[in-house]
């Protein structure tokens, strides 16, 4: 499932918490490549040439080195340039047909941007392969996975969301369980008839039965969908979800919604993007250090 996972890491807090996510979600047997991206590339290589690519590339391996180390990790490292953090890191994870890509939400450095950013937004709406995001002192919990969660609303996204943390809960073995935010859209309040008392309580119970046909715990709530998603999160220690155009859990990678999630969640938020459907692994046995830099 993940075999080959690439983690963002910036020499910050965040990095490691990544670090520590990517040891808990790769199988077993599996390879971890370390990843530093510098920005402003072009433009400074532009004026310092092959001496500016020579000095960013040993700092990041020295850097990416002493990561490692303390994570007593046996890691490939990638050192390059690129516009932008989040679209370097895109860019590495198709090169190397990575099937996870991990980053942390600090908001402190470089790598913390990939959160708030516009460039990153929209690099993360068209990743090649589902991305984890840690959250913050992620590193200082015991990484232990007892319940993963799947964000569901009966969509064929949030269809494949469940078959993937099936899977994870299968081999880490973990309990799992789904919920569904019940809420109105917007469409639905041009007739001035939002759902109110008794239909609100038969909606979440129709939420739940559909939840619990599919042989797991159920779990729903009438609300918004982020802020509901964020207390349940609390409840499991992996949250996963699917990605589309629309509707409250299509939603979690485009907008406000993805942003509030990404940093309210209480849990590491896996995020299955629709690129990455069908993205074939990689089968790397290398583990000498590497930099790749264009």
């Known amino acids: 499932m993940f075999a080959n996972v690439i983690v963002g890491v910036d020499g910050q807090e965040g990095g490691r918490d990544a670090i520590a996510l990517a040891q808990v979600l790769r199988d077993p047997g599996g390879t971890v490549g370390l990843a530093y991206i510098h920005v402003g590339y072009a433009r400074l290589y532009r004026r310092g040439g092959a001496a500016y690519e020579a000095s960013e590339r040993e700092h990041g391996l020295e850097l990416l080195r002493r990561e490692r180390d303390e994570a007593g990790l046996d890691a490939?490292?990638?050192?390059?340039?690129?516009?932008?953090?989040?679209?370097?890191?895109?860019?590495?994870?198709?090169?190397?047909?990575?099937?996870?890509?991990?980053?942390?939400?600090?908001?402190?450095?470089?790598?913390?941007?990939?959160?708030?950013?516009d460039d990153t937004r929209a690099s993360l709406n068209g990743a090649p392969c589902p991305v984890a995001i840690a959250p913050a002192e992620y590193r200082k919990r015991p990484q232990v996975v007892r319940e993963i969660g799947v964000g569901y609303d009966g969509s064929p996204e949030s269809q494949h969301a469940l078959e993937v943390a099936r899977g994870l809960a299968e081999r880490i073995g973990a309990?799992?369980?789904?919920?569904?935010?019940?809420?109105?859209?917007?469409?639905?309040?041009?007739?001035?008839?939002?759902?109110?008392?008794?239909?609100?309580?038969?909606?979440?119970?129709?939420?739940?039965?559909?939840?619990?046909?599919?042989?797991?715990?159920?779990?729903?709530?009438?609300?918004?969908?982020?802020?509901?998603?964020?207390?349940?999160s609390a409840s499991v220690d992996v949250l996963v979800v699917g990605s589309r155009g629309y509707g409250p859990v299509g939603r979690l990678v485009h907008g406000s919604i993805s942003t509030q999630l990404a940093r309210t969640a209480r849990c590491p938020l896996l995020v299955l993007t629709r690129a990455a459907a069908g993205t074939p692994s990689r089968d790397t046995t290398q583990d000498a250090d590497t930099a790749t830099g264009h």
């Open 76 to 117: 490939e490292l990638h050192v390059r340039g690129s516009a932008s953090v989040g679209r370097g890191l895109h860019e590495l994870a198709e090169e190397v047909g990575a099937d996870l890509l991990v980053i942390g939400s600090s908001r402190r450095g470089i790598l913390g941007r990939v959160l708030i950013g």
């Open 175 to 232: 309990k799992l369980s789904a919920f569904e935010a019940v809420s109105v859209p917007l469409y639905g309040l041009a007739d001035g008839v939002p759902l109110i008392g008794d239909a609100i309580d038969e909606a979440v119970a129709e939420a739940r039965d559909r939840i619990a046909d599919l042989g797991i715990e159920p779990h729903a709530a009438y609300g918004i969908a982020a802020e509901e998603l964020t207390l349940y």
